[in-house]
């Protein structure tokens, strides 16, 4: 009998509706059409339009629900009218902190038909950035005193644990391993930050013991920024920190055309817990309702929810059908085409079906 997926879908804000309703339709014809596998989308409305009802961005017992999914596909958080810190706090980082959704897999690639921006060197870059996901810069430690007198202050405090940064490690030379290059780069700040960096080096070095026929090198996060745009094809995995590869995957990404096709995969590499597949883009307010959405970064987190519960050839089936459609110069404006959402979709849906 074929095999039966259970997937949730929490849309979020902004044009997180938009770009996982696409996700649905091609998703849903890919699977009808292969008639390998049956898959099923439940609707979970949390996000925004959620807490302004109920106080709360997830429901008390998300985790438990989130629990009998085989796995999520998440579109955005954000809204103009609630901080940043709230939602994304309240949504995204509530669901990949419990969950120990440690390894934020984040592909970039140029896409065929495509430009980069900087039509230079980062034509046909193929790079595989693994960010720590549950904890550093981002665990939430810290506190605020003296609240509004001019002698302010406040503490953000990045926690990293042994455990955290060697379980991320592993992870990252297990990926450069299976990649051709088998090349890694460790990025790190362990030149002014002389605690929790450094600590990521020794880690880094002990770990490499492991893997000798991985060649590695360390890099300090602002030399990295300047060998991503003038030596990319000098790069193959990344690894790093969850604030230090947050910022590396957006300007990755758009060093490839457009943070519209950059997908993201936050896993529990234990498979204790189901992974949660989203677009790397945020909520993107300025043109939520248009209609212009690029669904493309959500294809492919698709595509790597497919390969990951074990669809591989329908994952590379999807990334055939929607290089094909972009190559074909079906593209949303932010590549610097003028199709739509949808048209985008139907293309797709049409590659699927031939
Ligand atoms: N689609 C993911 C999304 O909405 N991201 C918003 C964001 O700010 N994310 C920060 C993060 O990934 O840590």
Redesign the pocket.
């Known amino acids: 009998m074929a095999p039966s997926y259970k997937i949730a879908s929490i849309p979020?804000?902004?044009i997180?509706p938009e770009v996982v309703s696409a996700t649905i339709q091609v998703v849903e014809k890919l699977a009808k059409t292969l008639g390998a596998f049956q898959i099923e989308f439940t609707h979970i409305p949390w996000g925004t339009a959620y807490y302004k009802e109920t106080g709360r961005y997830l429901s008390e017992d998300a985790l438990d629900t989130l629990r009998k999914f085989d796995a999520g596909i998440?579109?955005?958080?954000?809204a103009p009218d609630v901080p940043?810190h709230i939602s994304?706090w309240g949504l995204?980082?509530a669901i990949?902190g419990p969950l120990q959704l440690y390894a934020?897999v984040r592909p970039v690639r140029t896409f065929p038909g495509t430009k980069c921006p900087l039509n230079t060197a980062t034509e046909g870059i193929d790079w595989m950035l693994v960010r720590e996901?549950s904890e550093g810069e981002?665990s939430g430690q810290g506190g605020r005193s003296h609240v509004g007198q001019p002698w302010e202050a406040a503490t953000e405090v990045a926690m990293f644990t042994r455990v955290g940064i060697e379980r991320i490690m592993r992870f990252a030379f297990e990926t450069a391993r299976s990649r051709p290059r088998k090349l890694l780069t460790v990025v790190t700040k362990s030149n002014s930050m002389r605690n929790g960096m450094v600590l990521w080096d020794e880690v880094a070095a002990s770990v490499a013991q492991d893997f000798p026929d991985v060649t590695w090198d360390k890099m300090l996060v602002d030399a990295m920024t300047v060998r991503m745009v003038t030596k990319p094809q000098s790069i193959d995995t990344i690894v790093g920190t969850?604030l230090h590869m947050?910022i590396l995957s957006d300007l990755a990404a758009a060093l490839a055309g457009s943070i519209g096709v950059a997908p993201?995969s936050n896993l529990d590499p234990t498979r204790k817990n189901p992974s949660l597949f989203?677009?790397?883009?945020?909520?993107a307010f300025d043109i939520t309702g248009k209609g212009v959405a690029n669904p493309v970064?959500t294809f492919w987190s698709a595509a790597e929810m497919l390969k990951w519960i074990g669809e591989k050839n329908a994952a590379d089936k999807l990334m055939t059908c929607v290089e094909n459609v972009c190559a074909a110069g079906i593209l949303t404006p932010d590549l610097g085409g003028t199709s739509s959402t949808q048209e985008v979709v139907d293309a797709v849906c049409v590659e699927i079906g031939k």
């Open positions: 979020g804000d902004g997180g998440f579109g955005a958080v954000g940043d994304l995204l980082l990949r934020n996901n981002y969850n947050d993201s989203e677009p790397v883009h945020g909520s970064a």
